[in-house]
Each structure stands twice: as C-alpha cells, then as structure tokens.
C-alpha cells in the first residue's frame, strides 16, 4: 500500500491551494483518510479528517477555511485550503486507515510521504 500526496507549493496569504493523496496497491477498502501537517520546529499536528459516511473533522485552526472530502472510487483524499495564512506553512502528510484484502477485518494507518506548503506574508 502506497499513499501520494500532490498539490503542494508557494501561494501569497489570502490564497488557495488543493491537495490531493491518493491510495494504491492492496486495498480493499478504507475507512477514516485525513491530513496532518508539521511546521518548522513544532510538533506534528492533525489539520482534517473524513470518515465514511463523510463526515470530518477540522482543527479550529482551520475550521472554516479548508475543506477536506473524498472521492472513494479513486480512493482519494483532498484538502482544499482557502484564505491561506502564513501560519499555514507546512509539510502536510496525508494518512488513511486500509482494510488490505477480504480475510482480514484490519485497518491500518498509513502515511504519505508529506508535501511542502507555504503561504508568504
């Protein structure tokens, strides 16, 4: 099972950018996918996260400018991130609990390799 994660980049404050991670190899199906993001010098922390069904969660530090959802015949997720701040920049990882295959009732939680946003002042 692998996780890419997309979509990173340099935006000016007020901007907006999308991104994207998506699962592949042995999976059978998902249940919970979601973002976490690391600034330089702190410590990792949760950004989003979707279950199935669609409901999600947000930090209250994002709530009300990110969006996250899914598009589960792709087995992907998106962060769609608006009205970027500064304190926005961050290598953001994408993470997904995956059931690998029919005869094990298993998640596991696996993690993307991380994808570099900035937002400038």
């Known amino acids: 099972v692998q996780l890419q994660a997309s979509g990173g980049g340099l935006v000016e404050a007020g901007g907006s950018l999308r991104l994207s991670c998506a699962a592949s190899?042995?999976?059978?199906?998902?249940?919970?996918m979601g973002w976490h993001r690391q600034a330089p010098g702190k410590q990792r922390e949760p950004v989003a996260v979707?279950?199935?069904?669609?409901?999600?969660n947000y930090a209250d530090a994002v709530r009300g400018r990110f969006s996250i959802f899914r598009d589960n015949a792709k087995n992907t997720v998106y962060l769609q991130m608006n009205s970027l701040k500064p304190e926005d920049t961050a290598v953001y990882y994408c993470?997904?609990?995956?059931?690998?295959?029919?005869?094990?009732?298993?998640?596991?939680?696996?993690w993307g390799q991380g994808t570099q946003v900035t937002v400038s002042s």
């Open positions: 190899g042995s999976v059978f199906s998902i249940s919970h």
């Open positions: 993470f997904a609990g995956i059931r690998e295959n029919s005869q094990s009732s298993l998640y596991t939680n696996y």
């Open positions: 979707v279950y199935t069904g669609d409901s999600a």
